[in-house]
């Protein structure tokens, strides 16, 4: 695909996720970054990564400063110590000196339990320190990169030192991790506890799909090329198929995954991201709530399954042993932490419908699982076929369909499959495709996806965040699922070796369609 960049402000894409071709908003707002769970795994990973290509761009303010909240005693020096050996090895890409040391100075730590009074009254005298000596003007997030019994528990303790009080003109933010709640009672128990102690506004609730470029993309590609939109209904497009493939199986997450299993792990966050963004009406703009409205409705345009919809329109599977790329996986039920009778699911397929004008009779199948032959995000749009009268006295039997695909991960990108003639004296079609990648056009970049939300949150956009209501909108969509699967236990885990596409009941739902899933 020609891809001419009419980058209007002549400024090219960043790292830290402004694709849309124009300069990155300088609102580099001065503020202090807290971050509970500074020891864990995400602060790792992923935090501390984007903090480093947050500097590298230069989107962060000069008043900036990040304190690490854990259990373990430990003195500013040691923590920084230990987050100089983090970023050696995890920054995507090596940060030069001046900017590590920059970057290194403005970490700081405070240590105690996340439900003890004490060690709140020490961290609100450590970040009046900071802001005066800082000049942050009293703005702090807090980061709740801690397990999800806490979230509660550390806005308490904030909002009691009055840490959550946002007053002379300061701000305070609160960034939420997943998973919010495990069904749609947690879900709605959580929002109300978090808004005893802050306004919506106050809260950002993370899904690390939102900062994903090609995720983000989907909005730009709908709205800003006038092609696409006229087509994108019921009129033209026939089904829609979004597939969350892994090939991991669940490795050293056992203890979490035997609590949660892929339909939550996976479906009411990121999965029904990626259906609200592709399925939402144009919003009036690009405000926060203006978004999350129109994501909303979709969300609620979703009929709930009634319990033997729930049957005949999703599937469940769970992987035995099998070997994935040459690599030998043990069956989920030998993993680490995991019972070896257990009847968690690795694997979800679902068919939903959008009750509206847009989407009435297109079915949406989703699915996703661990231990799968291959790593993919994609969404596949197929089109209806195109009245066959023309071809009827040729060699052609069959009109393919066009199909657009939507690249996330791993190879970003998008592919328009159309039918061609085949050179040669008879008429005969092949399917070709279109591709654009990103990569091959804008050069790959390393940021975590965290960057973008960490960056929103201290300019206070919330447009990449989920709010209260699209959460409970999700949940209550999938808790008749819930509820039948717990009710009607699986008999026949595990039912798909590991490195497979998933179980036969996957292949049944769309075969009762007469189609099959993409497996390309
Ligand atoms: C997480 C899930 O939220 O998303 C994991 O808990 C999953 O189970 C991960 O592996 C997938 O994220 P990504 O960015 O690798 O697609």
Redesign the pocket.
């Known amino acids: 695909m020609a891809s001419e960049l009419h980058d209007t402000q002549g400024q090219g894409r960043n790292s830290a996720g402004n694709s849309e071709g124009k300069a990155a908003p300088q609102k580099k707002s001065p503020c202090i970054m807290v971050i509970f769970g500074a020891m864990g795994d995400l602060t790792k990973r992923k935090l501390l990564p984007s903090l480093c290509n947050l500097a590298r761009e230069k989107l962060m303010s000069d008043n900036f400063a990040v304190v690490g909240f854990s259990r373990a005693p430990m003195t500013h020096e040691e923590f920084r110590e230990k987050q100089r050996a983090v970023m050696d090895q995890f920054a995507t890409d090596k940060l030069d000196p001046a900017l590590g040391k920059w970057l290194v100075e403005r970490l700081y730590y405070a240590s105690g339990n996340f439900d003890d009074p004490e060690a709140y009254r020490k961290l609100a005298a450590l970040l009046a320190q900071l802001d005066g000596e800082l000049k942050t003007n009293g703005n702090y997030f807090f980061y709740l990169a801690t397990a999800p019994e806490f979230f509660s528990v550390v806005s308490e303790q904030l909002a009691a030192v009055g840490l959550l009080k946002e007053e002379n003109g300061s701000w305070r933010r609160v960034i939420v991790e ?1 998973p919010f709640g495990r069904d749609l009672e947690s879900a709605k128990s959580l929002n109300r506890k978090l808004l005893e102690t802050m306004r919506e506004e106050q809260i950002y609730r993370i899904d ?2 939102l900062g ?1 470029e090609t995720v983000q993309n989907i909005l730009v590609f709908r709205f800003s090329n006038g092609i696409f939109e006229p087509i994108w209904n019921r009129r033209y497009i026939k089904h829609v198929e979004i597939t ?1 493939a ?1 090939t ?1 199986g669940v490795e050293t ?1 056992g203890g979490y995954y035997e609590t949660s299993g892929a339909l939550r ?2 479906v009411p ?2 999965i029904f991201q990626l259906v609200t963004l592709i399925a939402m009406e144009p919003p009036i703009s690009f405000d926060a709530d203006a978004v999350r409205d129109e994501q909303t409705k979709i969300l609620r345009a979703i009929p709930p399954y009634a319990p033997e919809e729930v049957l005949s329109r999703t599937a469940r599977g769970q992987y035995g042993e099998g070997a994935v790329g040459g690599k030998q996986i043990p069956a989920y039920r030998s993993e680490a932490k995991v019972s070896p009778t257990s009847n968690v699911q690795t694997y979800v397929a679902m068919k939903l419908a959008i009750d509206n004008w847009r989407w009435a009779d297109v079915p949406i199948y989703l699915r996703t699982g661990k231990a799968l032959p291959k790593r993919v ?1 994609e969404i596949a749009i197929h089109f209806r076929r195109a009245p066959f009268v023309l071809f009827r006295h040729t060699a052609i039997e069959n009109l393919m369909q066009n199909r657009l695909i939507l690249h996330i ?1 791993p190879d970003e990108g998008i592919s328009l499959r159309f039918g061609a003639k085949v050179p040669g004296p008879t008429m005969k079609l092949g399917a070709v495709d279109m591709d654009f990648s990103y990569a091959g056009r804008f050069g790959s970049t390393h940021s975590t ?1 965290y960057e973008r939300l960490i960056y929103d949150c201290m300019a206070g956009d919330a447009t990449l965040f989920q709010r209260a209501d699209m959460v409970e909108a999700a949940w209550g969509v999938v808790q008749p699922v819930l509820d039948v699967w717990q009710a009607l236990p699986p008999r026949n885990f595990p039912n798909y070796p590991a490195g497979t596409w998933g179980p036969r009941e996957a292949d049944d739902l769309l075969a009762r369609d007469e189609r099959r899933w993409t497996n390309e």
């Open positions: 997943k690390h799909y994903k969350v892994e991991v997450r792990d996976m966050n990121h995000t991960q996806g």
